[in-house]
C-alpha cells in the first residue's frame, strides 16, 4: 500500500511539473495555452492513477485526504503517518523524475511568487471543493470518483487563482523545481495551512452535509 | 437540499466567473482560447458539481430545471421556491467568492453587452436543448446525466452566439460581475424571458416525445 | 422516431456550423484554435444527443447508418427512407437555427473549397471508421457507444484531410452555409459517393471481422 | 484476431500521423497548440479503438504489450509472434493511409531528431507507466481500461519529454513520416531497447504490486 501511495504521488508530481515545463517550453509565452495544456495532462492523468492504485491504497496520493479519513477513523494513525510519508518521498522522487525527463537539474528552488491573500483564499476554496467532491461522490457513486477528482482539479487549476495546489506534498515538492509549477519555498507554509484549514472545514460541512456517522477508532 | 443547492450553485458560478477571470488575464487577447479554457473549467466543474450533490438535492443548480420539476408536479410549489431562493443566494455567494480569489470588489455592474435578437434566440434554444437533454437522459440512463449535462454545456458554449447561459439565478448573477463572464443588468431580463420559454417549450416537447405522463400533483 | 431523427439531426448540424461560426469570429486567424473549438464542442456535442435520441430512434442522423442498418435487415426500407428524409429536413434545418442565432442569412451557398483525391479518400477512410465502431462497440460495449461516435469524431475531425463529414446529410446541409463548416455545392456530390462507399466497405467488412450474420429481411 | 490488431493499429498511426500533420499546417507554428490537437485526436482515437477491437483481439496494438502477456503465460509464443507482425504492417499501412489522406508521399525518411538521454528516459518513464496503468485497471476496473489508456496516452503526450511513443511498432513506423509525428531512423533504436526495458521493469514491478501470480505456459 505505501509503495502504490509513493509511486502514484511520484507519477502525479512528475504529470504535474514536467507536462508544465513541455509546456511552457512550447507555447511561446501564451501563459494560457500552456496552462491548458497542463490542465489537461494533469486532470487524464490524475483519473488514471487512481484508478490504477485505487484498488491497492484507496489512492489518496495527498495528505489532508490521509489526514481527513483518520479523523474519521476509517485508518489508523500509525498507517496515516506511514500514507503521510509515502507521499511526500514520492513527491519529490516525482519531481526529480520530471527533472530527468527533461533534461533539468535534479532539484532547485522556485522563484515562481504565489503570495497573498488571494493565493491563500484560493488554496482554502481549492482543497475544501475537493474534500466535499471527494466525500460526496465516493458516498454516492464511488465508481465515478476517478473521473469525479480528475473533473475538479481541470476545473480548479483555472476557477481558483492559485491554479490550486490543495495538497500539501504536492505544494512540497513544487517549491523545488525552478519551472512552470514551481512555488517559492517561502510562500508554501501559507498554502499548506490553508489547504489543511480548507480540508477541516469540509470535513465538518460534510458530516452534517451528507449526515455521515464519524466512526469513533 | 437547500444547502446542497446553494453549495453546488455556489460553486457553478465561482467556477464560471473564476475560471473566466484566469483564462482572460492568461490569454493574451486572444478570445478563442480564453473561451475554451473556460468552456473546459465549466463543462467538467459542472459534472463534478451534479455527481457531488445529485444524491443530496437532484442537482437543478437552475431555477427553470426547478420550475419544470414543479409544474411536472415532482416537487410542491414550496420546496420550488425554497430551491429557487438557494439557487439566486448561492449564485450571488459565488460570484463573490471569485471576486475575492482573484482580488477583485465583492460585486460590480457588468458592463458587457449582450443584446439582439440572436442572443435570446440563442437562450431560447440553449435551454431548449438543456431540459431536452436532462428530460432525454435522466430518463433512459439516469446514471449519465452528470457527464451529458457537462458534455452538453460544453458544446452549449460555443453552438450559441450567447455563449449559453440557460439558467436565470447565473444570468442574474453574472450581471454583477464586471469580468469576462459578465452581462450588463440591462441585458438580463431578455436572457430569463427566453429561458423560461426556452423551459416551457422542451416541457411540451418532451411531454410528447418520451410520452410522458404527468403526475398530477 | 422521425421527429427525434429530426431534431436531433437539426441539434447537430446547429451545433457543427454555430460553433464553427463562434470559432473562427473568435480565434484571430487561427485555424488550428478555432478547429480546437469546433471539434470539442463537436465531441462532445455529437455523445450528449446519442444519449438523449438513443432510446428514441437509436439516434442514427446519418443516412449511411441507417442504410447499414437496412442493408442488414435491421429496419424497414421504408422507415428508412422516412428516417433519411427527416435526417436532412432536420439537417437544414439546423443549419438555418445556426445562422439565425449568429445573425447570418437563413442559407447561403459555401465557397469554401474542399476537392481532389485525398479529400475523397479522407471521406472514405471516415466514414468506414465510423461504420467500424458503431458496429463494434454496440456489439460489445452497447452502453458506451455514444462515447466512442463521439470521440471518434473527435479524432476524425484532426486526422483526415476533409475533417471527417462522414455523414451524406451533413454534407448536403453543410453545402449551404458560408462559413467555417461549409462546403462548396459542387464538391458535395464526391464527399457523398466516397462517404456511402467507405460505409459499403464497413458492412462488408465487419460482418468478417465480427462474425456478424445478416439477418435476411 | 490477427486482422483486427492490424487494423487497429494502423488506424492508431493514421490518427497520430494524421492529425499531426494537420496540426501543424493549422497552428501557424504554434508547437503547444499543435501538440494539444495531436494529443486530443490521440487520446480520443486510442479509446475507440480499444472499445472497437477489444472484445476481438484484446486490443494490444503495441509489442511490448504483447510481450507481457507472452511472458505471463496468457498467450502463446507463436500467437504473439503474429500479433507482432500484425502491430508492424498494421502500423506501416497506417502510416501510409496518413499520407494517403494528406497528399503526401507513401513513406520518407524523418528527419525530426529525438536523441540524448532524457528523450531515452523519458520512453523508458512513459512504457513503464504504460503498463503500470493497463495492468493495475485491467486486473481492478477491466471496463475502464480503454478510457484509462487513452487518458493515460493523453498526459503521457506532455510530462515525458519525447512525447511517449511507448510503442515499438509505432516507433518504427514513425521513422517513416518527414512531418510532425516523425523520428529520425537513427533515434528508433533506443527508443525501443528504452520501451522494452520499461515494459519488463513494468511486469516485474506490477506482479510484485499486484500481487499477481505467473501462470505457467
Known amino acids: 500500500m505505501l509503495a502504490a501511495e509513493a509511486l502514484g504521488t511520484s507519477f502525479l508530481l512528475a504529470i504535474v511539473v514536467g507536462s508544465g515545463i513541455m509546456a511552457e517550453r512550447l507555447a511561446g509565452g501564451n501563459v494560457a495555452i500552456a496552462l491548458l495544456a497542463n490542465t489537461l495532462a494533469t486532470g487524464a492523468g490524475l483519473t488514471v492513477l487512481i484508478l490504477t492504485f485505487g484498488a491497492v491504497s484507496a489512492a489518496h496520493f495527498n495528505p489532508v485526504v490521509t489526514l481527513a479519513e483518520a479523523i474519521e477513523g476509517r485508518m489508523s494513525g500509525k498507517l496515516a503517518i506511514g500514507y503521510v510519508v509515502a507521499q511526500i518521498s514520492g513527491a519529490f522522487a516525482g519531481v526529480a523524475a520530471a ?20 493565493q491563500i483564499a484560493s488554496e482554502f476554496v481549492a482543497t475544501f471543493g475537493l474534500l466535499l467532491v471527494i466525500r460526496g461522490v465516493t458516498r454516492s457513486r464511488p465508481a465515478a470518483t476517478p473521473f ?10 483555472w476557477f481558483t487563482a492559485s491554479t490550486s495546489f490543495a495538497n500539501p506534498a504536492v505544494t512540497l515538492a513544487r517549491a523545488f ?10 510562500d508554501a507554509p501559507g498554502f499548506i495551512a490553508a489547504e489543511i484549514a480548507g480540508a477541516i472545514a469540509a470535513l465538518l460541512f460534510s458530516r452534517w452535509l451528507f449526515c455521515e456517522t464519524a466512526l469513533s477508532r
Do not use: D, K, N, Q
Open 99 to 118: 527533472h530527468g525527463m527533461f533534461g533539468e537539474r535534479v532539484f532547485a528552488y522556485s522563484l515562481h511568487m504565489r503570495a497573498g491573500w488571494p
Open 177 to 186: 523545481t525552478p519551472t512552470f509549477a514551481g512555488i517559492r519555498p517561502i
Open 148 to 157: 469525479a477528482v480528475g473533473a475538479y482539479i481541470t476545473a480548479a487549476y
